[in-house]
């Protein structure tokens, strides 16, 4: 996978300063005040193995970073009609609390499709920006990919934990229940960023064969 870089903010007690956010799909990085970070979820960012942290500098809960706030926008590719355009969306995430607040905007055409202000994770947030979309248009995310999808267990994580099946598409595409996609999980590819995008994207099914543990996207109660 190419990296990509998105620009975005920084803020907690100190002050705020301009960020840029890298990924490949999978590893988070960013550097803040000279110090760099990487995780594979946006709330587990820890500081690079054998990187110096000031002290009193960033505000750091289990070694992860807390206590700040992250705003960012990114380009997403979404299907209008089939075909694919390039809309923004904007992320705002807040790790002042012990649980997360995350909040999308998607702009397209002038256009703003928002999910709820206090989000608990990303597949909830883009569920709820792809139930208001309107008729035709859908998004073009790992997390609405025919090839995605969790563990079977009640806990998904803020982000990262969503699994590829892309080096075994036949079989997860006859997945329909927790029990075959436990089945298949040691042929997963890796695991991937809700709102990271390849090339090797296909739409998830409505119902059926290859909707997998957690079923079509969006989930009434994703």
Known sequence: MTDESWAGWYRDRHGSEAVILTTDGQQLRIRVRGTDFEGESFDALAPVAGVPVPE?????????????????????????SGTVRQATLSCLL??????PDLYLALHLDGAVYESNRAEGDFAAALATVQ????????????????FSDYFPAPVRGLSGGLACFR????????????????GLWDRRT?????????????????????????????????
């Open 167 to 182: 080096g075994a598409k036949d079989a997860y595409r006859d997945a329909a229940g927790g029990d075959d996609v436990a």
């Open 94 to 99: 807040s790790l002042r609390r012990a649980d």
């Open 131 to 146: 139930r208001i979309l309107p008729p035709g248009i859908h998004l073009q995310t790992c997390i609405a990919c025919a």
């Open 190 to 222: 890796g695991f991937v960023q809700e709102i990271w995008s390849c090339r090797e994207f296909e739409p998830r099914p409505a119902h059926g064969a290859g909707t997998g543990h957690r079923g079509a996207f969006p989930l009434e109660l994703a």
């Open 56 to 80: 009193g500098q960033f505000g750091l809960v289990d070694g992860v970073l807390d206590d700040c706030v992250l705003e960012w926008d990114l380009p997403l590719p979404v299907l209008v």
